[in-house]
């Protein structure tokens, strides 16, 4: 055989070779695509534990690979299967980047919502059902019908709202101060308290009866004294019930008070503010720079105070009144209405939500009353400070220290020194800035520091 035929046949063979081999891989690679099991992944935010007349259910569905193709949310109970429409599902998709050019592949995500109960399932009844929601990509897996996974919660399905039943017979509130109401509520109650405008301040257990609940609620000083107070209760099905209950609000007056701005006080006192603020930038002069300290910094401080609130105790850590620092001269009261004037002009308007107490240069500082420490550190206008959480909500606050003897999570009593008043944080002076809070709202001090108001408002009660 000429060696050019046999060179030919070699090359052939190879040929069919090669092309088996490149059969089997694409048909491998079909046989991975079309048996793929990647599917999305469904989070419920937040999960619902039971279902009501109408029950919102919001869900995340994320796809690191694929686009989502469909969500589907369905009830069934008994042999009867009923499917609820969803709103959203408007994709965030993240394309591969340009030098990936071999892959198709992207990441999304949606949100979806959707209302289940009674509303929109008249025929749904009492007793229990099952809630599935379907999410589906777009890839070949399952031969071409796209990568699928559920999320299947068995449920409770209530329509009767919790009962909430006031034991205590009336309450007596002063604007932007506190009071305490005791409350029996029905099994099955996961969230109740008092709703004051858009206030919320939730209950927690007397001792060990979860339906035994007591719940400290305020009058902020900015809410209209004549804004409705209820009492609400909420299932594990999403159902609500309000109840009214015997109060009277004492409207106050607080006092007005100027502040007069000077060049030298604002660059003093404000650069250090910035320093440990990487979120604000600078401004470009001293004015503007204290502006933006007084005003976005001083609302960014609030949402902290709301945030450690979350660290509270299920339970009151105390058993004495609280106590103001001693020997110390009030330079300013709760909820002073503040101007704040430069060059003869009114620049800002700011309320001062505690007491500034003065005694000495670096004066010692001690905590108003048993607790734990929810946080010692730097705190923007507030400069050091220390938050002392006395549980169901409450909590002290000591600001413009000059130093810390406490540590965040320690336990502290009574009188015990905590730390040394200083001028940090937006204070002209030497001075201890301090306020109670409830839930994170600054309420007024005078009450706590009161034995006779503890007495009646709180131990009377509770006894």
């Given at each position: 055989?000429?060696?050019?035929?046999?060179?030919?046949e070699?090359?052939?063979?190879?040929?069919?070779?090669?092309?088996?081999?490149?059969?089997?891989?694409?048909?491998?690679?079909?046989?991975?695509?079309?048996?793929?099991?990647?599917?999305?992944?469904?989070?419920?935010?937040?999960?619902?534990?039971?279902i009501?007349?109408?029950?919102?259910?919001?869900?995340?569905?994320?796809?690191?690979?694929?686009?989502i193709?469909?969500?589907?949310?369905?009830?069934?109970?008994?042999?009867?299967?009923?499917?609820?429409?969803?709103?959203?599902?408007?994709?965030e998709?993240?394309?591969?980047?340009?030098?990936?050019?071999?892959?198709?592949?992207?990441?999304?995500?949606?949100?979806?919502?959707?209302?289940?109960?009674?509303?929109?399932?008249?025929?749904?009844?009492?007793?229990?059902?099952?809630?599935?929601?379907?999410a589906?990509?777009?890839?070949?897996?399952?031969?071409?019908?796209?990568?699928?996974?559920?999320?299947?919660?068995?449920?409770?399905?209530?329509?009767?709202?919790?009962?909430?039943?006031v034991?205590?017979?009336?309450?007596?509130?002063?604007?932007?101060?506190?009071?305490?109401?005791?409350?029996?509520?029905?099994?099955?109650?996961?969230?109740?308290?008092?709703?004051?405008?858009?206030?919320?301040?939730?209950?927690?257990?007397?001792?060990?009866?979860?339906t035994?609940?007591?719940c400290?609620?305020?009058?902020?000083?900015?809410?209209?004294?004549?804004?409705?107070?209820?009492?609400?209760?909420?299932?594990?099905?999403?159902?609500?019930?309000?109840?009214?209950?015997?109060?009277?609000?004492?409207?106050?007056?607080?006092?007005?008070?100027?502040?007069?701005?000077k060049?030298?006080?604002?660059?003093?006192?404000?650069?250090?503010?910035?320093?440990?603020?990487?979120?604000?930038?600078?401004?470009?002069?001293?004015?503007?720079?204290?502006?933006?300290?007084?005003?976005?910094?001083?609302?960014?401080?609030?949402?902290?105070?709301?945030?450690?609130?979350?660290?509270?105790?299920?339970?009151?850590?105390?058993?004495?009144?609280?106590?103001?620092l001693?020997?110390?001269?009030?330079?300013?009261?709760?909820?002073?209405?503040?101007?704040?004037?430069?060059?003869?002009?009114?620049?800002?308007?700011?309320?001062h939500?505690?007491?500034?107490?003065?005694?000495?240069?670096?004066?010692?500082?001690?905590?108003?009353?048993?607790?734990?420490?929810?946080?010692?550190?730097?705190?923007?206008?507030?400069?050091?400070?220390?938050?002392?959480?006395?549980?169901?909500?409450?909590q002290?606050?000591?600001?413009?220290?000059?130093?810390?003897?406490?540590k965040?999570?320690?336990?502290?009593?009574?009188?015990?020194?905590?730390?040394?008043?200083?001028?940090?944080?937006?204070?002209?002076?030497?001075?201890?800035?301090?306020?109670?809070?409830?839930?994170?709202?600054?309420?007024?001090?005078?009450?706590?520091w009161?034995?006779?108001?503890?007495?009646?408002?709180?131990?009377?009660?509770?006894?």
């Amino acid at each position: 055989m000429p060696r050019s035929t046999e060179y030919l046949e070699a090359g052939v063979g190879r040929a069919v070779v090669f092309l088996a081999v490149v059969v089997v891989l694409a048909i491998a690679i079909l046989a991975l695509k079309l048996t793929n099991r990647e599917a999305p992944v469904i989070e419920m935010q937040p999960e619902i534990r039971g279902i009501g007349v109408n029950t919102p259910v919001d869900l995340r569905v994320h796809d690191s690979n694929y686009r989502i193709q469909s969500v589907v949310v369905e009830v069934r109970q008994g042999d009867r299967t009923f499917q609820i429409p969803t709103q959203g599902g408007a994709e965030e998709v993240h394309a591969p980047k340009w030098w990936k050019f071999w892959t198709r592949r992207v990441e999304s995500s949606a949100m979806f919502h959707a209302n289940v109960g009674r509303k929109s399932i008249p025929d749904l009844k009492e007793g229990s059902a099952r809630l599935t929601v379907t999410a589906t990509n777009n890839s070949w897996g399952r031969f071409f019908r796209g990568g699928q996974s559920q999320l299947i919660k068995d449920l409770p399905v209530r329509f009767m709202p919790p009962r909430a039943e006031v034991l205590t017979a009336q309450h007596y509130i002063n604007q932007g101060g506190c009071d305490m109401l005791l409350l029996k509520v029905s099994e099955g109650t996961v969230e109740s308290g008092v709703q004051v405008g858009t206030y919320f301040f939730p209950s927690y257990p007397v001792k060990a009866d979860p339906t035994s609940r007591m719940c400290i609620f305020a009058y902020p000083y900015d809410v209209d004294p004549s804004t409705p107070a209820r009492v609400v209760a909420r299932d594990d099905a999403g159902n609500q019930s309000l109840v009214n209950f015997n109060y009277k609000v004492f409207p106050k007056k607080f006092r007005s008070d100027t502040i007069n701005l000077k060049d030298d006080d604002m660059q003093r006192v404000v650069p250090p503010i910035l320093a440990q603020t990487p979120e604000l930038s600078d401004q470009g002069s001293a004015l503007k720079n204290f502006l933006l300290v007084n005003g976005t910094l001083r609302r960014m401080d609030a949402q902290q105070l709301v945030a450690f609130s979350q660290k509270t105790a299920p339970h009151l850590t105390w058993t004495q009144p609280f106590v103001q620092l001693g020997n110390s001269k009030v330079e300013a009261s709760f909820a002073d209405f503040r101007a704040y004037v430069y060059n003869g002009q009114v620049v800002d308007r700011q309320v001062h939500l505690g007491f500034d107490l003065a005694v000495v240069q670096h004066a010692p500082v001690l905590a108003a009353n048993d607790g734990t420490v929810v946080y010692a550190g730097y705190l923007g206008i507030f400069g050091n400070v220390v938050v002392i959480d006395h549980g169901c909500g409450l909590q002290s606050l000591y600001a413009h220290l000059n130093s810390f003897d406490v540590k965040e999570g320690e336990a502290v009593k009574r009188d015990q020194v905590i730390a040394h008043s200083g001028q940090t944080g937006l204070a002209f002076g030497d001075h201890l800035h301090f306020t109670m809070l409830l839930d994170g709202i600054p309420v007024n001090p005078v009450e706590w520091w009161d034995p006779h108001w503890i007495h009646d408002r709180i131990e009377a009660k509770l006894k």
